[in-house]
């Protein structure tokens, strides 16, 4: 079966310090993987999508940036934190481009706080 | 642009009642629907998939219902329990790499 992991569960970084947070899948093959992120009392937003190795599209202007170095592989970085990028950051994935009936499954997230 | 309404944006209940949560969207070109509960400071679980073609699915006393043409799904929840206690959320898949999330219900069910 499937299985999504994503860390850390939480982590506090003071402003202008780097951003590495990572996610991986197993058990499947060139899934399409995503991070959104879900400020304090909104919606989730997606930020990035992937639909394969080094195939990237960002959905906002924004601080932050994304690499799938491997298939089943996400990471979602920063060169220097805001303020404004602490929120609650997911994972997801789901099956590739073309099987539009599949679900889509998350990791349990990562509590950024800048401080 | 896709626009993912859910209403009520809360709702506390005593156990055992059924419930209706609401979710309108903007854009009925979707491939599909699906509905997520997401429990405080966790990720969000997924509950049940509708297909653009299908008008409902269940699972267990979870039963989604899809109306693409206007816009509409709905959850019931049959016979709410405490642990039904949790945030709900609909998504529209709009593209096929792509969902739109609204912003949730946030139920409570009181034992």
């Known amino acids: 079966s499937q299985t999504i992991h994503q860390w850390p569960a939480t982590l506090v970084q003071p402003v202008g310090s780097p951003l590495s947070l990572e996610c991986t899948v197993e058990?499947?093959?060139?899934?399409?993987l995503y991070w959104y992120r879900q400020a304090a009392g909104r919606g989730l937003q997606l930020l990035f999508y992937?639909?394969?190795?080094?195939?990237i599209s960002s959905e906002v202007p924004q601080n932050l940036s994304a690499s799938r170095p491997q298939d089943r592989q996400f990471i979602l970085s920063s060169k220097k934190l805001l303020l404004s990028d602490s929120g609650f950051y997911l994972c997801?994935?789901?099956?590739?481009?073309?099987?539009?009936?599949?679900?889509?499954?998350f990791g349990q997230g990562t509590r950024l706080t800048v401080v | 642009k896709q626009e993912v309404t859910q209403i009520p944006a809360a709702l506390s209940v005593p156990e055992g009642e059924n419930l209706v949560l609401n979710c309108s969207f903007t854009?009925?070109?979707?491939?599909?629907l699906q509905w997520f509960r997401q429990d405080p400071g966790k990720g969000l679980t997924s509950l049940l998939l509708?297909?653009?073609?299908?008008r409902e699915q269940t699972s267990g006393r979870l039963n989604a219902s899809l109306d693409k043409s206007s816009g509409r799904s709905t959850l019931y929840i049959a016979a709410s329990q405490p642990g039904d206690s949790a945030t709900y959320l609909c998504?529209?898949?709009?593209?096929?790499?792509?969902?739109?999330f609204g912003t949730g219900t946030r139920l409570k069910v009181l034992a």
């Open positions: 997801a994935w789901s099956n590739a481009q073309g099987v539009a009936g599949t679900e889509a499954f």
């Open positions: 058990g499947t093959s060139n899934p399409n």
């Open positions: 992937s639909i394969g190795i080094d195939q």
């Open positions: 854009d009925s070109a979707i491939y599909n």
């Open positions: 509708i297909q653009s073609s299908q």
């Open positions: 998504a529209p898949r709009v593209r096929a790499y792509k969902y739109i």
